[in-house]
């Protein structure tokens, strides 16, 4: 009996460290941007600031150049919420298709979806870039939002993979009630994948919110940078010095990442669990 | 299932997006960067066909080049199997039936869930700066360590593995759903059999694991050569010191963007489809030795 609680404490006590280990780094950076400037490196070591510095937060907050990060912070939710908007409503519609409806080379396009996966960006960065530089669009969000809404392979998938739990009866039922394809995925489908939509929809905010090399490529002007791009402004030049400053508004920038990943734990688990996404 | 006229319309109507971006974002770029692969481009002027001569570039003149290959292929090969290895063992650790596991389970998480962004990179090199928290540590234990990490030829590339493999969560996160779905009882026969723990885990659980593991090892070795981010924020867009963290991503982004000679970093893109290609094909065929994969039954 005691031997075997004596082993429970041993398991407990070396993982709690280990994830404590873990966490280490990021306690260090909150603990940071609030430490006041002359004491973040003098006292690396030490977690707990000798006073709390929150003028830190109203520095960073500040920006650069009259661009705060109330602008900042706009562009993301803005690049965010419209990139996932389409990115989950396009591969919706797409899953449905591979799941349910047999066409001709369907096969064909399902390969070659997959394909795209794995599929190096690098590789389409540049034609990407000159097709956009033609139409005008560099220095606006279009190049970074609108290839969202032409479905994410990852997303369709974890959809499709959601839609094939689905009991084909439902299908035949609405369809002796008179619902074409269009009306099945409408009244009955979409209602019933709902929690594919959601984690799909995480792991879009994710991706998009930490997205860098698409807004370092198409954006040029601070006014329309998002956080992810700000951020690097902070190693730039004059502003050196103001590491409170770089500390605060990097640990304000992981906030909605670590809220969503709280809220919604259940679904991200689970999207990880059964289809492989990255986080 | 029978077909009909109607589905294959309707068919094509929903997977209309994925086909319309599949020839625009991804069948279009690919030719069109072969193209620009075999040409002098700067954006300002038009392509101009010079047939091979970035490819021998390339291989024969760019120093840069062999050494940004040098620093990839070691920051893959180095990485790939420590966070895969790490992923597992702590999966292995967290197999029990605990209470504290959905905290234990966030903990270890976390990191690969905010570890691709500019926030963590940044902090990532304040903590290997030559006042950063490493050195405070070894100060503290004892260790007069001064040394600038992230400055260091020697040490900079392994602070970009030490963070590629701080985020093994979301690896740990898929083995330890593989590791639920083995069957309790093949545990209790092996242990009847007499086999110790060790031996279970290389016969049972290994094996039962694999095609996770392959799986795995395929995505983190494509996403592990496209790692840009870290390298850019930690080496603020040099790829230095000494080209020490000049990750072929990275290169690649300077030959097109602050350079601008797009042909040629096109060449160096097709070059790493060639590589990746290669190399997941590789993976693949070595899969019929060591994947195991349950027969479902009759």
Redesign the interface.
């Known amino acids: 009996m005691s031997r075997a609680l004596n082993k429970r404490t041993i398991y407990h006590v070396a993982v709690s460290v280990l994830a404590l280990l873990m966490m280490y780094p990021i306690l260090w950076l909150v603990s940071s941007s609030l430490k006041p400037n002359h004491e973040i490196f003098t006292t690396a070591f030490n977690l707990i600031p000798s006073a709390l510095a929150f003028e830190n937060y109203s520095s960073g907050w500040r920006g650069f150049a009259g661009t705060t990060f109330a602008t900042f912070f706009k562009n993301s939710f803005v690049i965010v919420i419209l990139s996932t908007i389409g990115a989950v409503a396009s591969s919706a519609v797409v899953a449905y298709g591979f799941a349910r409806i047999g066409f001709f080379a369907r096969g064909f396009w399902f390969a070659c979806m997959m394909a795209t996966m794995m599929l190096p960006h690098d590789v389409v960065v540049i034609p990407q870039y000159v097709m956009f530089a033609e139409f005008g669009w560099i220095s606006s969000l279009k190049p970074i939002i609108l290839p969202h809404y032409f479905a994410t392979p990852f997303f369709v998938f974890l959809i499709m993979q959601f839609i094939r739990t689905i009991p084909r009866e439902l299908d035949e039922a609405a369809k002796i009630d008179g619902c074409s394809k269009y009306g099945i995925f409408v009244r009955v489908i979409v209602p019933l994948i709902v929690p594919a939509l959601i984690t799909s929809a995480i792991f879009s905010f994710y991706w998009r919110w930490d997205d860098f090399l698409n807004p370092l490529i198409y954006l040029n002007k601070p006014e329309s940078y998002p956080v992810s791009l700000a951020l690097k402004m902070f190693l730039d030049g004059e502003s050196l010095n103001n590491w409170g400053g770089m500390f605060a508004m990097a640990t304000l920038s992981l906030v909605p990442v670590v809220a969503v990943f709280f809220v919604f734990q259940r679904y991200i688990v689970e999207g990880i669990s059964t289809s492989g996404l990255k986080g | ?1 029978k ?1 009909r006229g ?3 319309i ?6 209309a ?6 020839v ?3 069948i ?3 030719f ?2 072969l193209y ?1 692969s075999f040409t002098d481009y700067s ?1 300002l002027t038009s392509p101009r066909w010079i047939g091979l001569a970035n490819y021998e570039r390339m291989f024969m003149e760019d120093d840069k080049i062999a050494k940004s290959f040098e620093v990839t292929f070691t920051y893959v090969l180095s990485s790939v199997p420590l966070r895969l290895a790490f992923a597992l063992s ?1 999966a292995m ?2 197999n ?1 039936a ?1 209470r ?1 596991i ?13 570890g ?5 990179s ?3 090199q ?2 290997f ?1 030559d ?3 490493i ?3 070894l ?2 234990i004892g260790i007069d360590s001064t040394t600038n990490w992230i400055g260091n030829p020697d040490t900079a590339l392994g602070t970009l593995v030490a963070l590629s493999v ?1 985020q093994f ?2 690896s740990m ?2 083995f ?2 593989g590791l639920k779905n083995i069957p309790k009882d093949y545990y209790e026969a092996a242990s009847v059999d007499g086999a110790n723990a060790p031996r279970r885990f290389v016969r049972i659980t290994l094996p039962l694991l694999t095609p996770i593991i392959l ?2 090892l ?2 983190q070795t ?2 592990a ?2 790692t ?2 870290p390298a ?2 930690i080496s ?1 867009g040099e790829g230095g010191p000494l080209d020490q963290t000049l990750l072929y ?1 990275l290169y ?2 300077r030959k ?2 602050s350079h601008f000679e ?1 042909g040629y ?2 060449a ?3 070059i ?2 060639i590589i ?1 290609g290669l190399l ?1 094909i590789l993976i693949f065929r070595s899969s019929t030795r060591w994947v195991h994969y349950e027969s479902k039954g009759e």
């Open positions: 299932m077909l109607n589905d294959h309707a068919g094509y109507v929903f997977i997006p994925f086909v319309l971006g599949f625009i974002f991804t279009y770029p690919i069109a960067s620009y954006l702590v650790l967290l029990t605990t504290a959905g905290i234990y389970r966030s903990a270890f998480y976390l990191p690969s869930l905010i691709g962004s500019v926030a963590v940044i902090m990532w304040q903590i700066g006042k950063g928290l050195n405070s540590f100060q503290y701080w969560g979301s996160l898929i330890l759903a799986f795995n395929i995505m494509i996403s050569f496209m840009f981010t850019y924020i603020r991503s690649l982004y097109a963007f797009m970093a096109s160096m893109a097709w790493m489809l990746v997941t």
